[in-house]
């Protein structure tokens, strides 16, 4: 069994005008983890292959029997949507803790396992090779029960506007936020859809823009990103978020001031996954 595209959710502010939810619309609720996402598939024969978000393939036998036995009720083929941490809670900014998982794959040739792995935990939130609702889905996981390394997220039965309370509670305790899945919608390979969405915290910053740099394919002859610098002095580049009306005003940017909306800081203090919000304007 290859690797299921992904199915990707939306920013609850991106969500289409007309799928905004109502505050009485029920979703279930589930704290956003901040590790990688992967790919656990027990197939046929019993066997388990592990995939990162980038499809590579890697192995760990220890986990994979683990696996096996939380999901021993539950018909193969399986798919499992995971959430990888390591040595951390997965707590907003813990992702860089669990960035090993990518080193996984070098070791798949050897079916190496590594020390300490007691140490990883892999979270489940979803099974994706069927056609059953959310829901169904949910009442499936709740029949299996945590073993070692795999753990099953918790998912809560609530309304959008407790919701967004309980969104400003986990950013408050450290985590993300929420992550809202429709109760009665099925899987839809390699789409971005409206029935999730994802209610987080994305901390902002003001940066200096030292430059604007053209973009390539349909954005040529426009600006494809603005190369910045924090107040800190470390350098990146942002292009998401720029209309097509903004990635046309040629030296509006340069030597102002933007606030950038991002993910979290990397060790080195680079915005992760940054986002262009607005000009200050400062010239």
Known sequence: MEMIAQMKGKMADKVAVSCQPHDEQEFF????????????????????????????????????DQFRYVFKHLPRPIALECEYIYACKGKLGDRVNSARLTT???????????AGVRMDIFKVFNIINTELHFEDIVTLLEACVDHHSVHLVDHELVN?????????????????????????????????????????????????????????????????????ITSSGTSFSVGSGLSDHERSQWGAYTNNKIEVEYEQLSVEGVPLQPVFKRLKGNK
């Open 104 to 114: 996984y794959r070098t070791d798949f040739a050897a079916f190496r396992d590594r």
């Open 160 to 228: 959008f506007s407790t919701a967004k309370i309980m969104a400003t509670e986990m950013a408050n305790k450290g985590w993300e936020g929420l992550m809202l899945q429709s109760p009665y919608v099925a899987y839809r390979p390699g789409k971005r859809v409206n029935t999730t969405i994802k209610l987080k915290h994305r901390p902002e910053m003001i940066a200096e823009v030292v430059a604007e740099e053209e973009g390539e394919g349909r954005l040529i002859g426009m600006i494809g990103a603005l190369a910045c």
């Open 29 to 64: 609720a589930s704290i956003k983890l901040d590790g990688h996402y992967c790919q656990v598939h027990i197939n046929e024969d019993n066997s388990v292959d592990f995939y990162t978000s980038g499809n590579k393939r890697f192995y760990l036998s220890a986990i994979a």
